[in-house]
């Protein structure tokens, strides 16, 4: 199972931004798919964004024109970049990768956006 360690993830006033940071432990070429999800207290967990092997890629409705995800396939490394937060953006945010059949989630990082 692929390892992955997230980091960029803590505490900012809404309208700010962070960007998260996922490495992982193997190549993130050639992966069925790769990205993020979050889960808020009470809430399942949802996807935020992913980049799939086919090329296309998924956005959360609600993140839509304010997350973008990118990939550092030469540093084996995948990025959230998070733009004008909500408070409902409030969340542990895992990265992951979809290997085959087999899905590696990282150990999440939390973000929160205070009002």
């Known amino acids: 199972q692929v390892h992955l360690v997230e980091s960029g993830g803590g505490l900012v006033q809404a309208g700010g931004s962070l960007r998260l940071a996922c490495r992982a432990s193997r190549n993130t070429f050639n992966v069925n798919a790769i990205g993020w999800y979050r889960q808020a207290p009470g809430k399942e967990r949802e996807l935020v964004a992913s980049?799939?092997?086919?090329?296309?890629?998924y956005l959360l409705d609600s993140v839509k024109g304010r997350f973008t995800l990118s990939r550092d396939n030469g540093n084996n490394m995948v990025y959230l970049q998070m733009n004008n937060l909500k408070p409902e953006d409030t969340a542990v945010y895992y990265c992951y990768i979809l290997n085959g059949r087999t899905t590696s989630w990282g150990q999440g990082t939390q973000v929160t956006v205070s009002e």
């Open positions: 980049s799939r092997r086919d090329a296309s890629s």
